[in-house]
């Protein structure tokens, strides 16, 4: 499975930002898909997921009511609508296609990783 993320930039504090993933190759074995970020100096950070085939969606608490996660498995992609943007929201943000069950917020659930995109909010 390859994946490619996209949407991320430069806003200022309290903006949006929609960020796209569109995954390719063996997507019809994925079980679900996450969105990560990674800031310097820290671990990688679960988001949110959602499940594949299905409709569940899970969120950190850090970004609960402010982050919704959606995905079209028939068009292959998934994307993170970012609302109310904070400078600390600034870190490399990725996607990741997990094949198989496993902790969700885990990074090591996920066996694909995108590229990622940069995300820096200004003050």
């Known amino acids: 499975v390859q994946l490619q993320a996209s949407g991320g930039g430069l806003v200022q504090a309290g903006d949006s930002l929609r960020l796209s993933c569109a995954a390719s190759g063996r997507t019809f074995s994925v079980y679900r898909m996450g969105w990560f970020r990674q800031a310097p100096g820290k671990e990688r950070e679960f988001l949110a997921a959602?499940?594949?085939?299905?409709?569940?969606?899970y969120y950190a608490d850090s970004v609960k009511g402010r982050f919704t996660m959606s995905g079209d498995n028939a068009k292959n992609t998934v994307s993170l609508q970012m609302n109310t943007l904070k400078p600390e929201d600034t870190a490399v943000y990725y996607c990741?296609?997990?094949?198989?069950?496993?902790?969700?917020?885990?990074?090591?659930?996920?066996?694909?990783w995108g590229q990622g995109t940069q995300v820096t909010v200004s003050s």
């Open positions: 990741a296609a997990g094949m198989r069950g496993g902790v969700v917020t885990s990074p090591r659930s996920y066996d694909y």
């Open positions: 959602i499940s594949w085939f299905g409709s569940s969606t």
